[in-house]
């Protein structure tokens, strides 16, 4: 699984808090991206409830 962050990212860190900096984390204009090329099987519940729970949808995950 993969994601991206788009462009409705608010930078509110949600999805930051959620995964402990390690998979989302600010760019330098505060906003997210996503740190990691590929989600790893153990990882894919918690982003799955970073993009439940991002306000903005701005989570999206990327065809492979
Ligand atoms: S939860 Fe959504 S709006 Fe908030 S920082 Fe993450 S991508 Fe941006």
Known sequence: ??????????????CISLTDSKIFDYNDNGLAECIVDEIKKEDEEVVENAITYCPTGAIEKVDE
Do not use: A, P, R
Request: proline residues 0%.
């Open 1 to 14: 699984m993969k994601v991206k962050v788009n462009e409705k990212c608010i930078g509110c860190g949600s």
